[in-house]
């Protein structure tokens, strides 16, 4: 069943936790919109408002997209 409307920002998370969760059992390649948003619980107009495509996603998938290593990177040349 797909949801109501969402806000903006739990849609946007629920997309990239709902890809996160798909990547345990296939690869990245083997991902489509319909699967995503079927496990996210949004149609696939929900997910064109945030993404144009599945690699756009990406480094938002990285371990690092919170604090990406560049700005680690930045933070400690700062400091010595």
Do not use: C, N
Request: proline share 6%; glycine share 2%.
């Amino acid at each position: 069943m797909v949801s109501q409307r969402v806000p903006s920002d739990e849609a946007r998370r629920r997309i990239l936790e709902a890809t996160r969760e798909l990547l345990l059992d296939r690869p990245f390649a083997a991902l489509t919109v319909g699967d995503v948003m079927a496990r996210a619980g949004l149609t696939r107009t929900v997910f064109y408002r945030h993404f144009d495509r599945l690699a756009q996603m990406a480094p938002e998938l990285l371990p690092d997209a919170e604090d990406p290593l560049l700005d680690q990177l930045v933070r400690v040349l700062r400091k010595t």
